[in-house]
């Protein structure tokens, strides 16, 4: 399985940008559809983008992120990325980044980082 680490997080300002990014080592990252989730306190954890393995040419975006949010992917860095733009207080969150099939649904995930702190405030 591939070892997933995040990093990018941070505190930022309602309206700003923050650019997530996941390296990946120990397996063939470009053979595993790549996705982000997030969990808020109190709340379950909830799909938040996902990018198909290879070439990554297919995407699927939260509605909560839609239009604001992009993954993208970079192969050769074995890195995912999430750029997160027009950031909400809602937004906060603990942000992972997970490595499996391509869908929204967690359980189709194998391995997964170990989560990076976003938090917005306004």
């Known amino acids: 399985q591939v070892q997933l680490v995040e990093s990018g997080g941070g505190l930022v300002q309602a309206g700003g940008s923050l650019r997530l990014s996941c390296a990946a080592s120990?397996?063939?990252?470009?053979?595993?559809?790549m996705a982000w989730f997030r969990q808020a306190p109190g709340k379950e954890r909830e799909f938040v983008a996902t990018?198909?393995?290879?070439?990554?040419?297919?995407?699927y975006d939260a509605d909560s992120v839609k239009g604001r949010f992009t993954i993208s992917r970079d192969n050769a860095k074995n890195t995912v990325y999430l750029q997160m733009n027009s950031l909400k207080p809602e937004d906060t969150a603990v942000y992972y980044c997970?490595?499996?099939?391509?869908?929204?649904?967690?359980?189709?995930?194998?391995?997964w980082g170990q989560g990076t702190q976003v938090t917005v405030f306004s």
């Open positions: 997970a490595a499996g099939s391509y869908s929204s649904d967690a359980s189709t995930f194998t391995s």
């Open positions: 120990g397996g063939t990252f470009s053979g595993y559809a």
């Open positions: 990018i198909s393995s290879w070439s990554g040419a297919r995407k």
